[in-house]
């Protein structure tokens, strides 16, 4: 990427990167009430990371490759958060289940 690119699109990727790594952060920590909401941000900040790199891609800022490689490294973390949060709530409504039974 040249110079006003880097600094224009290439810096906000970099800057959803670096959130998404602070929310995953915060997920890991936070009681199990929060989680869920925090890996939603997650999933918002992946939906970006997607579109900013398809706009770089056919704007021909980075190679085909390049664009393979990092699409589907996003999908992969889309699917790693998806799942943690579809556990997370399987494992939040069975208790509420078995508190309703109680």
Do not use: C
Request: aromatic fraction near 8%; avoid cysteine.
């Amino acid at each position: 990427m040249t110079r006003t690119e880097r600094f224009g699109l290439g810096s906000r990727i970099d800057h959803s990167l670096l959130e998404l790594l602070e929310f995953l952060r915060k997920a890991m920590y936070a009681p199990i009430t929060r989680k869920v909401a925090l890996l939603e941000g997650a999933s918002e900040i992946i939906d970006s990371l997607r579109f900013f790199t398809q706009l770089a891609w056919e704007a021909h800022l980075i190679a085909h490759n390049q664009f393979s490689v990092f699409g589907s490294d996003i999908e992969e973390l889309g699917k790693i958060i998806g799942g943690w949060k579809k556990g997370l709530i399987s494992k939040t409504s069975a208790s509420r289940a078995e508190e309703r039974r109680e």
